[in-house]
T-cell receptor
Framework: GAGVSQSPSNKVTEKGKDVELRCDPI?????LYWYRQRLGQGLEFLIY????????KSGLPSDRFSAERTGESVSTLTIQRTQQEDSAVYLC?????????????FGSGTRLTVV | SQQGEEDPQALSIQEGENATMNCSYK?????LQWYRQNSGRGLVHLIL?????REKHSGRLRVTLDTSKKSSSLLITASRAADTASYFC???????????FGKGITLSVRP
């Protein structure tokens, strides 16, 4: 597609429920990144995919968080047993290749609210 | 941990004035990038400067990089109300193939 698409744009869930966030990167972009941004804060790295592999998962905050990517395209970030501290905007970005040699193209994010 | 730290945290200027934002970082980098974010949503890539470059221009934007001081500045000339946004610097240290972002600067341009 023309840009990075994320869905849903907003999600309200009850504490303890599981949620799935989806990211459709730009076609041909081999690198895909997930970041989290709490209100008024900077971006916190979660996970990086190169193709369908995840060489860097160091930012996932707990084992409740997991992500996968298939077909070198769509990625899904899953949060199990959500907690109130998971409330944030989850941002996905893609780039032509690994590393920062190319700028990132971001989606508009999914605003997750855990009540 | 955050590599880049921007200052000031907030900046308010009059339309037509220039806005200067600074970023400092701690470790050596391959390149440094600046992004803009409107209304807490997706970030937009503005400009990338490589470690062997000292200055770069794009339209009303001018970025400088001083690797000896581990700092960068973003200058927006002749600011407009539409420039009101948060601005982030991001560094690529090359090792883990991801950008590390600072906390951002909130720029308000008064009409």
């Amino acid at each position: 597609g023309a840009g990075v698409s994320q869905s849903p744009s907003n999600k309200v869930t009850e504490k303890g429920k599981d949620v799935e966030l989806r990211c459709d990167p730009i076609s041909g972009h081999t690198a895909l990144y997930w970041y989290r941004q709490r209100l008024g804060q900077g971006l916190e790295f979660l996970i990086y995919f190169q193709g369908n592999s995840a060489p860097d998962k160091s930012g996932l905050p707990s084992d409740r968080f997991s992500a996968e990517r298939t077909g070198e395209s769509v990625s899904t970030l899953t949060i199990q047993r959500t907690q109130q501290e998971d409330s944030a905007v989850y941002l996905c970005a893609s780039s032509l290749g690994p590393g920062g040699n190319y700028g990132y193209t971001f989606g508009s994010g999914t605003r997750l609210t855990v009540v | 941990s955050q590599q880049g730290e921007e200052d000031p945290q907030a900046l308010s200027i009059q339309e037509g004035e220039n806005a200067t934002m600074n970023c400092s970082y701690k470790t050596s980098i391959n390149n440094l990038q600046w992004y803009r974010q409107n209304s807490g949503r997706g970030l937009v890539h503005l400009i990338l400067i490589r470690s062997n470059e000292r200055e770069k221009h794009s339209g009303r934007l001018r970025v400088t990089l001083d690797t000896s001081k581990k700092s960068s500045s973003l200058l927006i000339t002749a600011s407009r109300a539409a420039d009101t946004a948060s601005y982030f610097c991001a560094t690529d240290a090359g090792a883990n193939s991801k950008l590390t972002f600072g906390k951002g600067i909130t720029l308000s341009v008064r009409p």
